[in-house]
DNA sequence: GGCGCTCCTTGATGCGCATCAAGGCTCGCG
DNA sequence: CGCGAGCCTTGATGCGCATCAAGGAGCGCC
């Protein structure tokens, strides 16, 4: 849970300059942030944290990958986000006096830099511009966090897997003509992450295939009628 | 969408001041905040916003009830929150350049203050302290989502409606051994809230009724044996 | 008082999706 | 090459919950 290790601090200063929240930081204030930063290695499948953990900072990923999910009283999880390199998790727990509720596990071997509350606090009083920056990373998180629960409770588990594959190809290629869309990990936890299991997971994939909406192999799937995927309701 | 009348400006001012979001401030730059916000007489069953309208502030409830929900393409609507006295919604919003993607209607006659994107950007420049309620204000609302997330993807009805009970329960008394909850609208909404139909909602209570575990009377419900109710799975 | 309104309950039916249980497929490793 | 471990698919079955369709039950209003 806490840091094994920390390297190359100026490695580490240097990713921290090229995020969105930390642009346009004066190198001496880059310097303090770097000073309560840590980086992390993590293999694949170790637990970065467990709920109940106490929270004192954020994380980012540098490479690797990370998912975030709940563990049920009888077991089972339920992914809530796989988080990709350039992006933080447990931002919003900082702010409250509370352990964290979810765990977050490394999908990858990953690098993270763990960025302490201390520091954050400190930049908040220092600079509004900070300030703005966080406030609208959380808004962010907010606002897709309220999709989610509109996907999960209007939305049937195609409608979710057609949004989910026509949301990726968009992200990927800044157009709408890029026509495959890799999955970032197994089947199974984006499965989760849709809030399917992986057998109707793997049945959805059947019909949108049968339907010659898509094609599959592997994690590719190819996106083969995007204007009729999109209106394909089951 | 844009406040009809905004009478007594002192009144307003006052309630501001007793929120835990604008305490502490000196009069000054609460004179400031006031001048930013309207006062806005809604009647029961108006619409607030609509999804997709511009967000240019935030919303108090000063008295009334307010409800946010979403509306999928069929015109069926699903529960977000129910917004109470005292509480504050649309923040995260003014954040992003985006519009609304929820719709918000009073469920009674209400009042609500208004306050505008504006003075609440300027209070961010002025005052770090400002800025970390506000962060911790986004950062609970965070955290709530994720609540309600879990319990949609890993509980069952039953389940929700049992843990609505107790949490209300909770809250009402400080202490847990106050045993009745009063829904705070129709059960229509609340079942909505908690993502289940009417019907099912009445027969999940009609179960618990059988089960010697509450009783019910319009919308008082009595909580007959809080452990045994903590532990019922159905 | 009776009429219509809104809100809630109850019953019958069926769909969406989970669950359980076997297989395939692929890839690494002895 | 063969064997096993992950990962994915496919099939059979059934449960949770929505949906559709009628009733009550309270309540204001003519």
Redesign the interface.
């Known amino acids: 849970m806490v840091p094994p290790v920390s390297k190359p601090k100026v490695q580490a200063q240097a990713f921290l300059a090229s995020l969105p929240l930390f642009k346009e930081l004066a190198p001496s204030e880059l310097e303090r942030i770097a000073a309560g930063t840590a980086a992390i290695n993590v293999p694949r499948g170790e637990i970065i944290f467990n709920r109940g953990d106490p929270c004192d900072g954020f994380h980012f990923v540098v490479y690797g990958q990370v998912k975030l999910a709940?563990i049920?009283a009888e077991g089972?999880e339920?992914v809530?986000e796989i988080v990709a390199p350039g992006y933080s998790f447990g931002?919003?727990?900082?702010?409250?006096e509370?352990p964290y509720?979810?765990m977050a596990q490394a999908l990858a071997d990953s690098m993270l830099l763990h960025v302490s509350k201390n520091v954050v606090?400190a930049e908040?009083?220092?600079d509004?511009k900070f300030?703005?920056k966080?406030?609208?990373g959380?808004?962010?998180?907010?606002?897709g966090?309220?999709?989610?629960?509109?996907a999960?409770?209007?939305?049937s588990g195609t409608e979710r897997v057609v949004g989910y594959l026509l949301r990726q190809d968009a992200h990927e290629s800044g157009e709408f003509d890029r026509y495959v869309v890799t999955l970032p990990t197994s089947k199974a936890i984006v499965a989760s992450r849709l809030?399917v299991t992986p057998e109707h997971f793997s049945r959805i994939l059947h019909d949108l295939i049968q339907a010659r909406l898509i094609a599959v192999e592997g994690r590719e799937i190819t996106i083969l009628d995007p204007e009729r995927l999109k209106n394909y309701h089951g």
Chains 1, 2 share one sequence.
Not at 138 to 143: F, I, K, N, T, V
Not at 145 to 150: G, K, P, Q, T
Not at 152 to 155: A, H, I, V
């Open positions: 709940f049920s089972s339920k809530v931002e919003a727990l900082m702010f409250m509370k509720i979810l606090f908040i009083e220092r509004p300030s703005r966080m406030l609208a959380l808004s962010r998180r907010l606002h966090l309220i999709s989610d629960v509109e999960y409770s209007l939305q809030n």
